[in-house]
């Protein structure tokens, strides 16, 4: 998927105030409409400026966008980074039909720019708004209190997108999980008259752990064994979220073999389990001492690693 220079399909520059956006995108939606234009490209050439219109009339999409487009050039290979939409706050709605796929991805159903608008035409209630927040898993397992920067765009009174933060502080509670949504009562958009704020809405994203894959509440743990311990047995000590514990691995265990520690996931109601996949890891033979030991395994212990390659072979 490519990037999409929008600014340059309306031929306008990055500072153009909203005036400026509306006039150059009227002029080449009338050039090139199918109904009148003679242009051989006419059909896509003017699905593509509404699409670039789309985004830069919302002043929310296009500071998102903006913010992206600094690292990016036409026609440059382009996926979206992990973090895309955390630190903004976003009212809706969401995609259009009929556009790219680059547009689908930043601002389509399945983006932080999904979620619609709450409330109806005569509904006096502030609208309410979505964010993400990124949280580790230690956070996530631990709960509390959390503090959250968020911007949001607002058009200002030249036609230009301003960008206005603020501070929130929540309680996230304990066990939370990725995708989770929290709703902080109040603290929408403001009502209309006497109306009451909007809600914010704030979804959960745990950020990849060096340690740990993440499923739900469950969670998995790759834990590096020796070969004797896999072959003899042994009590092993194992990281969990809530401190080490210690871990019976049974005798003659093999590579990818799956056990479970219960109830070491993320907390909830039931908690989640920590899974813990065995992975033998074989000491280097890198001295002469440690080469004359596997030299002595490979004449005494008789071993065919694939001997049940020529079983299978033989049926």
């Known amino acids: 998927m490519q ?3 929008y600014y340059a399909l309306l031929g306008v520059g990055r500072d153009a105030a909203a005036d400026e956006i509306k006039r150059a995108y009227r002029r080449l939606a009338r050039k090139y409409h199918p109904d009148v234009s003679k242009e051989k490209d006419a059909e896509e050439r003017f699905k593509e400026v509404q699409e670039a219109y789309e985004v830069l009339k919302d002043p929310e999409k296009r500071a998102a966008y903006d913010q992206l487009g600094r690292d990016y050039r036409p026609g440059q290979d382009f996926r979206p980074p992990p973090d ?16 790219s796929d680059f547009f689908e991805q930043l601002f389509g159903s399945g983006s932080p720019f999904g979620a619609r608008r709450g409330g109806g035409g005569f509904d006096m209630r502030g609208q309410d708004h979505h964010a993400q927040m990124e949280l580790s898993l230690e956070q996530a397992y631990a709960g509390g209190q959390h503090s959250l920067s968020l911007q949001h765009p607002e058009q200002g009174p030249n036609g230009r997108v301003e960008m206005r933060s603020r501070q929130l502080k929540l309680r996230v509670p304990a066990g939370v999980t990725d995708g989770q949504v929290i709703r902080l009562t109040g603290q929408g958009a403001p009502g209309v008259g006497r109306g009451a704020r909007g809600d914010l809405y704030l979804k959960v994203v745990l950020r990849p752990h060096d340690l740990y894959t993440v499923e739900g509440r469950d969670v998995t743990l790759t834990l590096p064994v020796a ?3 896999a072959a003899l047995g042994a009590v092993v000590l194992v990281p969990t979220l809530g401190g080490q514990v210690e ?10 073999q799956k056990m479970r520690l219960k109830g070491r996931g993320l907390p909830g109601s039931p908690p989640g389990d920590q899974f813990v996949v065995l992975q033998v890891v074989l000491p280097p033979a890198d001295s002469p001492a440690a080469r004359e030991l596997y030299e002595r395994m490979r004449q005494e212990l008789q071993f065919d690693p694939r001997a049940a390659l020529g079983a299978a072979h033989a049926t």
């Open 84 to 99: 895309w939409g955390s630190g903004f706050e976003f009212s809706g709605p969401g995609g259009a039909a009929g556009f």
């Open 3 to 5: 990037f999409k220079d």
């Open 247 to 256: 871990l019976r691995i049974p005798r003659g265990s093999r590579a990818g």
């Open 227 to 229: 070969p004797w311990e």
